[in-house]
Nanobody, 119 residues
């Protein structure tokens, strides 16, 4: 189960921090990431972080967003700075979880948190 939080309404140029915590039976976690979906658009990858800390960002957020993870708390964060109106979307966390040594990794999605940036 994934629980996302931290969305809200912010003015352009402002900042928000999203969090997503995984709970339940967790043997190991692989890649953790954030996606977003704006009205009428497809869901897109915003940023991801591997189990060893390698990060990946879509071009439009590079230099403004930072993804990080806490492997003890099974939590992924997205620090969003210099927010723009075009960042407005529902943000979803995605985590690859292995619940047992006998099973492979499976994708889990958070419930989504709304981020609205007013211009």
């Amino acid at each position: 189960q994934l629980q996302a939080s931290g969305g809200g309404l912010v003015q352009a140029g402002g900042s928000l921090r999203l969090s997503c915590a995984a709970s339940g039976t967790i043997f190991s976690i692989n890649t953790m990431g954030w996606y977003r979906q704006a009205p009428g658009k497809e869901r897109e990858l915003v940023a991801s972080i591997s189990s060893y800390g390698a990060t990946n960002y879509r071009d439009s957020v590079k230099g403004r967003f930072a993804i990080s993870r806490d492997n003890v708390k099974h939590t992924v964060y997205l620090e969003m700075n210099s927010l723009k109106a075009e960042d407005t979307a529902v943000y979803y966390c995605n985590v690859e979880v292995r619940t047992s040594a006998f099973f492979g990794f499976r994708d889990y999605w958070g419930q989504g948190t709304q981020v609205t940036v007013s211009s």
